[in-house]
């Protein structure tokens, strides 16, 4: 049983914004951020329906959870995401000043952590592998059916 407020709970949230982004025939990645146990941004991939390689499902969380607080940094928020953040992303998380980032499934070829040096902001507390399994199936799926 899943706790509220759990880094579970919130993944399985996620986890929904990647469905979308399947549902709609983009790489099934889902984001979310939370503040204050309260989900403020949900977005999902949008590359191809936007025709904007930055469309991320991280980018546009946090255009998203910007836009609600009202200013530039989430210090004080949470970034779910079912994929590790690719360079910009993680880039863009960085400069967010984001307190926290949980992902499902890491990305052995563009993740961030692929660098030498990490590039999220010193005080981010990063987690890893959370509901790894069903986000790595969502992600495996997809693309066996694009071969």
Not at 95 to 124: C, M, Y
């Amino acid at each position: 049983m899943l706790s509220v407020f759990s880094d579970e709970y919130f993944m399985k949230e996620a986890l929904k914004e990647a469905q979308k982004a399947f549902d709609e025939d983009e790489v099934p990645v889902g984001a979310i951020v939370v503040c204050e146990n309260k989900i403020i941004a949900r977005a999902h991939n949008m590359t191809e329906k936007l025709n904007d390689v930055t469309a991320h499902a991280e980018m546009l969380a946090i255009t998203s959870a910007t836009n609600y607080l009202g200013g530039k940094y989430l210090n004080e928020c949470s970034l779910y995401v079912t994929l590790e953040p690719c360079v910009m992303c993680g880039g863009a998380l960085y400069w967010s000043q984001i307190k926290k980032v949980v992902f499902a499934s890491p990305d052995v070829k563009r993740g961030f952590s692929t660098l030498e040096k990490n590039i999220l902001h010193p005080k981010t507390e990063l987690v890893r592998g959370v509901l790894q399994q069903e986000a790595s199936e969502l992600i495996t799926t997809f693309f066996k059916s694009k071969r």
